[in-house]
T-cell receptor
Framework: EPEVTQTPSHQVTQMGQEVILRCVPISNHLYFYWYRQILGQKVEFLVSFYNNEISEKSEIFDDQFSVERPDGSNFTLKIRSTKLEDSAMYFC??????????????FGPGTRLTVT | QKEVEQNSGPLSVPEGAIASLNCTYSDRGSQSFFWYRQYSGKSPELIMFIYSNGDKEDGRFTAQLNKASQYVSLLIRDSQPSDSATYLCAVNWWGNEKLTFGTGTRLTIIP
């Protein structure tokens, strides 16, 4: 069964460093998403991406963050100048469609980011 | 008013019984509703989705949607210890692409 994959599973970085989290969405899906979950808190939307551009973003997704689809399979989240409060699980998700509501998002296993 | 609300639990149910999980949401036009299961330290796993008023059944799971009362529920029949997890309710308001999650309800099935 097709699934979303993410690498690395765990990333440790020092405050102020840049990190890139990688995702391979399900192959026939067109919409890609990043969510994060701080330990003990709810899952929060960061950004959605369609047709090589951001289609929606949250207030969390400020200039510190960027997304890219560098090739036909990978989807990346870059976090510049990491802060302690960026420590969280970051989930990539993908779906066949997007707006209209009748679509399911499938989540990858996540990358645990620890900023020290 | 919070957009998506769930009782955080924990909810304890004996093995073999029916577990009932509830979620309320803000009414902002058309919506779709999704139930995810999340084991500790793992990612959300899609269980059910429902778009129309009424019941939708899939195996041991039944999703119920009541738009007039603004709630959606998930019933798990014949509960198994492996059903012990946090259940996340997520709402997609049409016109947006994001899912808005509730805080989740922690369910424990007691053998």
């Amino acid at each position: 069964e097709p699934e979303v994959t993410q690498t690395p599973s765990h990333q440790v970085t020092q405050m102020g460093q840049e990190v890139i989290l990688r995702c391979v969405p399900i192959s026939n899906h067109l919409y890609f998403y990043w969510y994060r979950q701080i330990l003990g808190q709810k899952v929060e939307f960061l950004v959605s991406f369609y047709n090589n551009e951001i289609s929606e973003k949250s207030e969390i997704f400020d200039d510190q963050f960027s997304v890219e689809r560098p090739d036909g399979s990978n989807f990346t989240l870059k976090i510049r100048s990491t802060k302690l409060e960026d420590s969280a699980m970051y989930f990539c998700a993908s779906s066949e469609q997007g707006t209209g509501g009748e679509d399911e998002q499938y989540f990858g296993p996540g990358t645990r980011l620890t900023v020290t | 008013q919070k957009e998506v609300e769930q009782n955080s639990g924990p909810l304890s149910v004996p093995e073999g019984a029916i577990a009932s999980l509830n979620c309320t949401y803000s009414d902002r036009g058309s919506q779709s509703f999704f139930w995810y299961r999340q084991y500790s330290g793992k990612s959300p796993e899609l269980i059910m989705f429902i778009y129309s008023n009424g019941d939708k059944e899939d195996g041991r799971f039944t999703a119920q949607l009541n738009k007039a009362s603004q709630y959606v529920s998930l019933l798990i029949r014949d509960s198994q210890p492996s059903d012990s997890a946090t259940y996340l309710c997520a709402v997609n308001w049409w016109g947006n692409e994001k899912l808005t999650f509730g805080t989740g309800t922690r369910l424990t099935i007691i053998p």
